[in-house]
């Protein structure tokens, strides 16, 4: 790629600084365009996405869009796709991508890649569906029936989110659980209601070096000859998922249990290899499959879509704008399927750790924002109780909301159920942008009884600013298939920002001096 101007010299950034300090028209202005309602929408991969309530028009959108193409945004994907080194700090190409792209008969990854992905893909598979069938036996030659995922991070919140998510799909003979933390309280809420003969450890760690991960497993070893597991017998109990076999099977893993990844999937992507091993016990390697289907599906409508119709792209230019543009600190996220309970940590990992940096790729300082902020949680919830400051708070806060149009739950009022939470959602969206005048509000309190004198003290503490921007994305139901596409629609926009921020996204430096520290502490002075 040719050497550019730094980002926030370039025409098209002062353009787009210049056009967020210019009169912009309000939200309110901007929905009275009935034209917006049919514009402002885009279809990929069963994803509908509606952002005719970001605050922007077309001015916006096209200097936006050139600030895409002056980046040479498109080139710096095409480097991801084909195996270009683009985690230069590690050395390492980035290819979660070529994890659910197995089956293409001419990758640009290269056969080779392809080949070992499919060798893990299918190993972890065979496996899933034994322990599935009951036929991985403990060391009383019981079959196993409870599976605990160690790890943490990206070897733990991917696999978690999903399997909460879709664990119907599959409707699980074995129950999967999670922990991640280290504190013994965790483990012990956990073990207590299992039995050593009939419970196996997935220990989870790229790395295989992480501390917390460690202390746990060799707590769980300890359960489990407490539990009367013979030394010789363990190996049942215990499978590694991990880019560095060796290490693991020092410590007495059996190969036959040691799944392996590679050092060119981030932790935070890798729920596609190995580390989706839980999951694929908890929902099966069918559904599994599908998800990685649905972001197969995704991978290609960002190599092929206009720039205009480009999902992940439009999700990151908007982005950019409420960061960059209006100056918004932090990136709201609230999905209302309650089946999406861990969407928003998840989301967290991949976008903060990945361009929550200050540095630009040649090693200066970056003169711009970076990542906001990820925050939030199911949107129900959130309603009573943070939304209070993303109305009439002084932040400006920017929300995604995530809703479905099918409801399949088989509860007899389950239409019912699902009226409400669309409602919600829809008013929610309407009033973060249309807010209320003091106007309009004394008006209505009038109405409702109130005295010229009441109306007027309270109308200023019951209206809304309004004006706060928000995308909505509509999934027809959450389905392996569509949670895939949803996930790999944020891993491609946090790729976009980065590319147009001149950033690293897929290193994590700032995560070891802690490391490093608490290790120098343990060592006896
Ligand atoms: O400390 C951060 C981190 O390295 C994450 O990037 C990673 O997902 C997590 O720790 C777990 O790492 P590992 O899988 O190597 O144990």
Redesign the pocket.
Known sequence: MTTQTPVHLSPAWQALQQMAQAHLPTLRELLADTSRSTSLHVNACGIHMDYTHQRVNEQVLNALQALAKERQVELQLHAMFHAQTINSTEQRSVLHVALRGSELSNPPWGQAVSLQVKTQLDKVCDFAEKMRAGTCLGFSNLAITDVVNI?????DLGPRMATQALRTAGQSPVGVHFVSNVDAWSLQQTLQDLNPATSAFVV???????QE?LTLAASAKRWLTDGGCPNDLLARHLMAVTAKAPLALAQGFDAAHVFELWDWV???YSIWSAIGLPLVIAIGAKAFKEMLQGAADMDAHVQSAAPTNNMPLLMALLGIWNRNGLGAESLHIAPYPSCLGMLVPYLQ?MDM?SNGKSTYKDGSAVKLETSPVVWGGLGIDGQHAYFQMIHQGTHLVPTDFIGVTTETTPLPLAAEHHRVVILNMQAQAQALALGRTEQETEVLLLEQGLSPQEAKQLAPHRSYAGNKPSTTLWLEAITPRSLGALMALYEHKVFYQAAIWDIHAYD?WG?ELG?TLAKQMEKPA
């Open positions: 790890g943490i991070g990206g070897s989870q760690s790229k790395t295989f070096t992480t991960t981030g932790g935070r990992q750790e994590q995560v490391k």
